[in-house]
Nanobody, 118 residues
Framework: VQLQASGGGLVQAGGSLRLSCAAS???????????MGWYRQAPGKQRELVAT???????NYPDSVKGRFTISNGNAKNTVYLQMDSLKPEDTAVYYC??????????WGQGTLVTVSS
């Protein structure tokens, strides 16, 4: 399974960005994916959870982004979006798309850089 992420860029504080991620590859492996999400890693910091969503639409966010970020499933199976509003400089990081299948295998995308200027 390959994950292709897009949508990163440079934005001013208070602005918005929308990230997209699409899974491709073996159709049987893709069919086993039941959770998709986003993680981020800022320079000098550990990778941290940003948001996850199940195939049934249940979502999870850490307090740091709750109320500002929204994850959603796309119309195409195993496509996921992350709408980021009210961005802050501390949101600056490389954002990674993630997928987990029913056998607890993890897949990662290549990362997309989000830079929020103050």
């Amino acid at each position: 399974v390959q994950l292709q992420a897009s949508g990163g860029g440079l934005v001013q504080a208070g602005g918005s960005l929308r990230l997209s991620c699409a899974a491709s590859g073996n159709i049987f492996s893709i069919a086993r994916i039941n959770v998709m999400g986003w993680y981020r890693q800022a320079p000098g910091k550990q990778r941290e959870l940003v948001a996850t969503i199940t195939s049934g639409g249940s979502t999870n966010y850490p307090d740091s982004v709750k109320g500002r970020f929204t994850i959603s499933n796309g119309n195409a199976k195993n496509t996921v979006y992350l709408q980021m509003d009210s961005l802050k400089p501390e949101d600056t990081a490389v954002y990674y798309c993630n997928a987990v299948d029913t056998q607890r295998r993890y897949y990662w995308g290549q990362g997309t850089l989000v830079t929020v200027s103050s």
